[in-house]
């Protein structure tokens, strides 16, 4: 319940009322690093956090009754995935510069 509130705010807001969290729960953490507090309270960190949510999301994604999944390039054929190293769905995309890079562009190169 916590987690829901607080992550709706920026990033540094978020790691902040964390760290605040977790020193009202666990009292030995107020002085320890964030990262051995995180372990003490076996919590994953918040960068993990959201990259769990991108890589749920981006499978709920592939789904062809997903509204957005027309977003997606056109699959490979199996033909040519079985004859290649590194086998995937759909093609990769290299772009030269970060202007045209968006999350499906990301996702495509880190979850599938």
């Given at each position: 319940m916590?987690?829901?509130i607080v992550e709706m705010g920026s990033g540094?807001?978020?790691?902040?009322?964390r760290k605040i969290v977790e020193d009202i729960?666990?009292?030995?953490t107020t002085s320890t690093p964030y990262w051995v507090a995180l372990q003490?309270?076996?919590?994953?960190?918040?960068?993990?956090r959201r990259d769990k949510l991108r890589c749920?999301?981006?499978?709920k994604l592939l789904n062809p009754s997903n509204c957005?999944?027309?977003?997606?390039p056109p699959r490979r054929d199996t033909v040519i995935t079985s004859r290649l190293r590194r086998a995937t769905t759909y093609p990769r995309q290299?772009?030269?510069?970060?202007?045209?890079?968006s999350f499906i562009h990301h996702a495509l190169l880190k979850y599938q």
């Open positions: 916590i987690y829901k540094k807001d978020v790691f902040l009322m729960i666990y009292p030995v003490y309270a076996e919590l994953p960190s918040l960068s993990d749920d999301f981006f499978r957005i999944h027309h977003l997606l290299r772009n030269r510069t970060n202007c045209y890079k």
